[in-house]
Nanobody, 115 residues
Framework: QVQLVESGGGLVQAGGSLRLSCAAS????????MAWYRQAPGKQRELVARIGGGTGTIYADSVLGRFTISRDNAKNMVYLQMNSLKPEDTAVYYC?????????WGPGTQVTVSS
């Protein structure tokens, strides 16, 4: 079992920055991939960034160059630094961990970017 809790969301103006954090507990290890997804109203959940699992880091084209995913394995934390935010980045952001073929999700944190 893996438990994930996100924090750091909020309201920010376009062009601003936010840093999301995800605290992981349970059976999660440094070699397990972890990721951030987001879901905007009326849209499907989409991958924002992934780290680990043998694939390094990958980013959605829409956030490349603006967002940075990182992890602190000693603290079981994953972060998403979001810069140059745009109104279209508005969504609920979810932390994801995959272990033994099972996906685990946090409850999500709302990010709202005003124009």
């Amino acid at each position: 079992q893996v438990q994930l809790v996100e924090s750091g969301g909020g309201l920010v103006q376009a062009g601003g920055s936010l840093r999301l954090s995800c605290a992981a507990s349970g059976s999660i290890f440094s070699f397990n991939p972890m990721a951030w997804y987001r879901q905007a109203p009326g849209k499907q959940r989409e991958l924002v960034a992934r780290i680990g699992g043998g694939t390094g880091t990958i980013y959605a084209d829409s956030v490349l160059g603006r967002f940075t995913i990182s992890r602190d394995n000693a603290k079981n934390m994953v972060y998403l630094q979001m810069n140059s935010l745009k109104p279209e980045d508005t969504a609920v952001y979810y932390c994801n961990a995959r272990t033994r073929g099972v996906d685990y999700w946090g409850p999500g944190t709302q990010v709202t970017v005003s124009s």
